[in-house]
């Protein structure tokens, strides 16, 4: 098969090199791809918002089935598009992506399936957000969320009323997300462990991934801004058996066939972030794609053809237990550029990776990087994710930080702290 795989960054690198290792696959692609991809098969300088191009392409090169990574052309519906022309495309229509595309659909939809999530209340004009901030209903901190993408930055905590009047003001007056900005969910704020729980379905039946979870503070012990993802680890260890069929039953089978009844088939993957609360788990977001870094420990831990995986999802014929995970502990340790996840620089040369790129049991995973005159650059915030999987948690992460020691480049950040779970006062 012809494979392409929409998206730059590690997430989409560790896909890559799992497709590569399918049977199924003849040819490659990535759009754009990093160096990573590159090594793998062949990039196609095409940004994954550009569905036309995205769509000729798939068209011109005979692609037999397309992976999308991130969110973004999902909602801008790549996958109607794709099947229109008979295309087969991993990743969920226009009308089942707006779980996440838009909060306010996503939380209204949860309130009405009684699916378990933060109470909220919605506001169209600055006029109306402020009364409700007024009644000091949710209490503080309160969470105020723009209606749609924001590049993972709509979210803004506020511990009190002035910093929620200004949150107001920068959603809806500045419009700092666009049209983001014409809708602002209020929410109560959640405290407990927070989870990435992520599942393949084809609509009906249900694929459950292994747990995983992320650390999504810049800072040790869970500290400072939060980012995209410093790292990741599978399995979490905060999820039991009971907790999972409980998240599975309650919260995942819910929220997939409250969306088939709603005439929203959700095909593809959908992760649930969940906060652990004491009343137990409540839904924080919806997510309409892989978990980037959650992706990264969970392919080193796939054992069954993905494309397997992926084909039997789009022609519905998804069986529970059908796919084989080893039991190892796995994580990744994103290292970024220093200033992350607000200003940095680019273009810093980096050195150590060449003793990782073959016969090495340590993942490197490309994805702010380029590649040039024979040298690795680093070319965005998040720039490599450097993976392994043991036996135990500790050996993992012990491979993991010593193979970090080995890669430098200038201001190069990463935690010191990924798999540690007990949280510093
Ligand atoms: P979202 O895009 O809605 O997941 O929000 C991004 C991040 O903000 C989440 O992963 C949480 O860390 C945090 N967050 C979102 N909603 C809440 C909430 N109601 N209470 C506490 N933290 C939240
Ligand atoms: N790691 C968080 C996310 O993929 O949304």
Known sequence: MNILVIGSGGREHALAWKIAQSPHLKKLYAAPGNPGTQNLGENVDIDPSDVPALLEFAVKKKIDLTVVGPELPLTLGITDEFEKQELKIFGPRKNAAELEGSKVFAKEFMFRHKIPTGKFKIADSPEKAKPIIDAEEFGFPVVLKADGLAAGKGVIVCKDKQEAYDA??????????????????????????????????DGVQIL????????????????????????????????????????????????????????????????????????????????????????????????????????????G???????????????????????YPEKYEKGKKISGLEEFEQGSDVAIFHAGTKFEKDTYLTNGGRVLNVCASENTLAETMGKIYKAVNKINFEDMYYRKDIGVMKKEE
């Open 168 to 201: 107001v003001n920068t959603i809806m007056v500045e419009k700092k997300f666009k049209d983001a900005g014409k809708r602002i969910v209020i929410e109560e704020f959640l405290t407990g462990e927070e989870v990435s729980f992520i599942v393949v379905t």
């Open 208 to 315: 459950p991934f292994v747990t995983t979870m992320d650390h999504k503070a810049l800072l040790e012990g869970d500290k400072g801004p939060n980012t995209g993802g410093m790292g990741a680890i599978s399995p979490s260890p905060f999820i039991n058996k009971d907790l999972f069929s409980e998240v599975m039953k309650e919260i995942v089978f819910s929220t997939i066939a409250r969306m088939l009844e709603e005439g929203r088939k959700y095909k593809g993957v959908l992760y649930v972030g969940l906060m652990l609360t004491e009343e137990g788990p409540k839904v924080l977001e919806y997510n309409c794609r892989f978990g980037d870094p959650e992706t990264q420990p969970q392919m080193l831990r796939l054992e069954s053809d993905i494309v397997d995986i992926f084909l039997a999802a789009l022609e």
């Open 317 to 339: 014929r998804l069986v529970e237990d059908s796919i084989q995970w080893n039991r190892k502990a796995s994580g990744c340790v994103v290292l970024t550029s220093g200033g």
